[in-house]
């Protein structure tokens, strides 16, 4: 599991994520929804390690991820955000091959070889195996990051906004994909998301931030209710259910 | 319709293609390297034979050792900086040398300098300098989120920021006594070859380094938030760099003087002409090629044109082009 | 509460006291005697009135023409190009003066000074329009990247006039052109800074116009104005005023980049009134260059291109690092 214990980050005077505890990473989805600047990306930052903690800690299967060696955490944890620009001309087997560097530091073995074309084959890339990332639609661009991190062969899988950008086909595909690499391959999904009717029908659980904080977290019936998204998002929102998810109607 | 088929085609045998596409350019370049060199040491020979063969030996001896500085150091602080316009010198990294050799000799005068060992100094020097340029280089790009077209414009305002401290306090020196001095420093360091040795053992020593950050380096390329995400130890890796990125510009510098852009024009060409992410193709032919430029350029306008001593003005013309083309260029950032 | 203060005639009345005390202090250093007891004793026709006349007089308007002129220049080019960061010295256009001087001094030496100008100007003009074109062309115009791209058409430019300058032994004089030098200005050899002060007094009373210029053709167009025009003038008076400065007394780099900069800071973006201040200021901060590099190791001088090259550059990185902080 991936504990977070008082967890803080502030910038100047204000705490964008304010003494967080809590246990992230059970069988499936988890979705973490809020408004703007409620401290979702910082919070997965920091899983992450891309920003330092101020105070608190967080530990993944009991390693802490601001003391432990990065390759052991990397073996455990992949992560993707979304600014995927590079500079480097790189085809999508060597991005996808990156995903074997927490395990063999750049050296490929055979092992190697069956992760990555079992990746590839996983998000169905075969026809552009070979093909430069800059020559790829942004579905592609994204499917490809998604196979490095699936290569990389951990048990957590934390995506910040993974949604961004795609049109609505992307946006669905993206979705019953990470549902089916939690349900077939045992992922553990940690995903920030804005549209939480996507939310509410593809997670396990959901956890709701406001200004800092952990609202609320729960299945997605507990969650996605008129009360909650009032406090959280400041709106009075309709919840109505279809096919056993809860569905918010905001656009009336 | 055939294009489309024809990329189809390419791309099914891209991984390939790929792998002799680097070997054929390693080797070309290798070929033309050896061509040069040969050239410039053999051909139009007046006078004795051994003395000139030997005196340009040392020559040579110098360029291989820029090129291989100036190569490694660009390709390294594009890769740390995520970026293709940026180069080391351009952040004002020889000014800056030049500034150092003169604070001491306003602190100590000039008389206390000459009488020092100049290896002694030379090794101050560029402990000094590397100390100086990593701290500077650590204060400015792990700033987040800054663009990288402000960092190369703080760069070249640092550089006339070191130009003009230098400048003014050459003119603090006593007038007389400057001149005695700036003989005394350049002349020591015209192809010595003491110096020569150093610089070729700083530049070992820099390379096992290399060797040892080895294929973290490759990771970088995805950016900072992925190589993380891969378990490279970011900020120390970057650290690294840099001390390296420093030591070499320094070595370079204090053989040659400043080449400001030579490191931007291999470094693109070759990835241009490698297409290939790792820096085990990347660096060797970004050297290759600036080898090709330094020797050839002075066989080219030594020999050709008669025209002595301005290869470093001719880079500078060059390279700003190259420069203005790349930043007019789409997806430079 | 500066704002406030900067914004009422008195205060400018202030600055422009201040500017002429500095001046009077300009006067009175140096190695020779004069002082105003000399004066006095001498009378009209002594040593210290006539050189009073000759060099001191000279040099102290030479510096308070040269500064005002070439802070404004810089202002102009600000406003039409609408970046805070440029001004000739990083737009090419001081290198393609320095540039045109060389080939004018190589292949027609006896031309008058005033010939010797014209050329100059003509092609800081070539040199300038080089740099709006280029800056057409960038894909992304962000506001560092246009000095950025002026900076290193400067250097191509500079490497030009290097190479040639080498080849005809002629590096010692390039050096004095880069690098503005008051010390060796006299009566009969400052003369055409004057032309300098007239250009820039044309920019003030077109200072609205070239405003809207700078908020691009079809802005411009829509309120009845022709840009063509009015960007031909802007940049024929930043070409002047550079060239003349570079031809008379040396460049002086970063002037004009920094003037206008702390003036807005201090003052906000009215061009109207921010003009005067501008070209206060910019006298101001060139007699303080030239006293410091006069005292500081006095009896010997250090150029106000020196001094001002470190002051301009430092103050050019804050402000600089300051606006990066701003946007985040």
Redesign the interface.
């Known amino acids: 599991m991936i504990v977070l214990q008082s967890v803080t980050k502030r910038y100047a005077d204000t705490a964008v994520v304010d003494d967080v505890s809590i246990e992230l990473g059970h069988p499936g989805i988890t979705s973490v929804i809020g408004a703007n600047g409620a401290g979702k990306s910082t919070l997965l930052s920091m899983i992450g390690r891309l920003l330092l903690i101020d105070s608190g800690t967080i530990t993944v299967d009991g390693l802490d991820v601001t003391t432990t060696r990065g390759a052991l955490l990397a073996r455990r944890l992949a992560v993707l955000r979304q600014d995927n620009h590079l500079t480097a001309r790189l085809t999508v087997r060597d991005l996808v091959a990156f995903g074997r560097f927490p395990h063999g530091r750049g050296r490929l073995g055979p092992s190697d070889r069956e992760a990555i074309d079992r990746a590839i084959d996983y998000l169905d890339l075969d026809p552009v195996g070979g093909r430069f990332l800059d020559e790829l639609s942004g579905g592609q661009r994204q499917r490809a990051f998604l196979a490095m991190t699936l290569a990389q062969d951990t048990e957590y899988l934390l995506l910040d906004e993974p949604l961004n950008s795609l049109d609505l086909r992307h946006c669905v595909q993206t979705m019953r994909l990470l549902r089916r690499a939690a349900d077939d391959l045992g992922k553990r999904i940690v995903l920030v998301l804005h549209d939480i009717n996507f939310a509410a029908a593809y997670s396990d659980r959901i956890v709701a931030m406001r200004a800092g904080r952990i609202h609320v977290a729960g299945k997605p019936t507990e969650v996605i209710t008129t009360a909650v998204l009032r406090q959280v998002y400041g709106l009075d929102i309709a919840v109505d259910e279809f096919g056993g998810h809860p569905m918010a109607i905001y656009h009336l | 319709m055939p294009t489309d088929t024809l990329s189809q085609a390419v791309t099914g045998v891209a991984p390939f293609v790929r792998r002799h596409r680097v070997c054929f350019w390693i080797l070309a370049l290798t070929g033309v390297t050896v061509l040069l060199v040969t050239a410039y040491l053999f051909t139009d020979v007046t006078g004795s034979w051994d003395y000139v063969v030997q005196l340009r030996t040392r020559k040579l001896a110098a360029m291989l050792l820029v090129a291989v500085a100036v190569a490694t150091a660009t390709v390294l602080f594009q890769t740390v900086t995520e970026n293709r316009i940026l180069t080391p010198a351009i952040m004002g990294l020889d000014a800056l040398y030049v500034l150092i050799q003169t604070v001491v000799v306003y602190l100590f005068g000039a008389s206390a300098l000459a009488a020092t060992d100049p290896v002694l100094r030379w090794t101050v020097e560029i402990v000094v300098l590397v100390l100086f340029a990593t701290a500077l280089f650590q204060w400015i790009f792990t700033g987040a989120?800054?663009?990288i077209?402000?960092l190369?414009?703080?760069g070249?305002?640092?550089g006339?920021?070191f130009?003009?401290?230098t400048?003014?306090l050459q003119?603090?020196i006593d007038?007389a006594e400057f001149v005695v001095l700036q003989d005394a420093f350049f002349a020591s360091f015209s192809v010595s070859e003491r110096l020569l040795g150093l610089s070729a053992v700083t530049i070992t020593f820099a390379a096992a380094g290399l060797v040892l950050i080895g294929r973290q380096l490759d990771v970088l390329v995805l950016g900072r938030a992925h190589a993380i995400g891969l378990g490279v130890h970011h900020r120390q890796l970057v650290a690294i760099v840099f001390a390296l990125v420093s030591v070499l510009v320094a070595v370079s510098t204090a053989l040659v003087g400043p080449i400001t852009f030579l490191g931007l024009i291999v470094a693109n060409l070759a990835y241009h002409l490698i297409g290939s992410h790792r820096h085990w193709h990347t660096i060797p032919a970004a050297i290759l090629l600036a080898v090709i430029f330094l020797v050839g350029g002075h066989l080219l306008l030594e020999r050709v044109f008669d025209?002595g001593t301005?290869l470093a003005?001719?880079i500078?013309?060059v390279g700003?082009?190259f420069?203005?083309i790349l930043?007019?260029?789409?997806?430079?950032r | 509460m500066i704002r406030r203060i900067g914004a009422t005639p008195g205060a400018l009345v202030a600055g422009v006291a201040l500017t002429a005390a500095l001046a009077l202090v300009s006067v009175f250093v140096g190695v020779a005697d004069v002082t105003p007891g000399s004066l006095l004793r001498g009378g009209p026709d002594g040593e210290a009135a006539l050189l009073l006349a000759a060099t001191r007089l000279p040099r102290t308007i030479a510096l308070v023409l040269a500064g005002a002129a070439s802070a404004i220049a810089g202002l102009i080019m600000q406003m039409l190009v609408r970046n805070r960061?440029v001004e000739p010295s990083t737009t090419g256009t001081t290198e393609a003066a320095a540039l045109g001087l060389l080939v004018v001094t190589v292949s027609a030496p006896g031309l008058p000074l005033t010939g010797k100008m014209a050329v100059a100007i003509g092609f800081a003009l070539v040199g300038t329009a080089l740099f709006l074109l280029?800056l057409r062309?960038?894909?992304v115009r962000?506001v560092?990247?246009v000095?950025?791209?002026g900076?290193?058409?400067g250097?191509?430019i500079?490497?030009?006039t290097?190479?040639f300058a080498?080849?005809l032994d002629l590096l010692q004089t390039l050096d004095t052109w880069l690098?503005g030098d008051f010390s060796g200005v006299l009566r009969g050899r400052y003369e055409l800074l004057w032309v300098a002060f007239a250009a820039t007094a044309a920019a003030w009373v077109a200072a609205d116009r070239l405003t809207v210029a700078g908020l691009g053709r079809d802005f411009t167009t829509n309120l009845g104005m022709h840009y063509g025009r009015l960007l031909a003038l802007g940049v024929t008076i930043v070409a002047t005023v550079a060239s003349v400065v570079v031809v008379t007394v040396g460049a002086i780099?970063f002037l004009g980049l920094i003037v206008p900069n702390i003036v807005s800071l201090l003052l906000g973006d009215n061009a109207r009134r921010t003009i005067p201040w501008v070209a206060v200021v910019g006298a101001a901060f060139v007699l303080v260059c030239d006293l410091i590099g006069r005292v500081?190791?006095y009896p010997?001088e250090?150029?106000l291109g020196?001094?001002a090259?470190?002051v301009?550059?430092?103050v050019?990185?804050y402000l600089?690092?300051r606006s990066?902080e701003h946007a985040?």
Do not use: D
Request: charged content about 10%.
């Open positions: 989120g800054r663009s077209h402000l190369v414009l703080v070249v305002l640092f006339v920021l130009r003009s401290v400048h003014l003119r603090m007038p025209l301005v003005v001719v500078e013309f700003g082009i420069f203005l930043v007019t260029r789409k997806g430079t | 960061f280029l062309r960038l894909p962000t560092i990247l000095p950025l791209v900076i290193m058409l250097s191509v500079g490497a030009v290097t190479f080498y080849r690098t780099p500081l190791r010997y250090i150029p020196v001094v090259g470190v301009g550059a430092a050019f990185l600089l690092l990066s985040h």
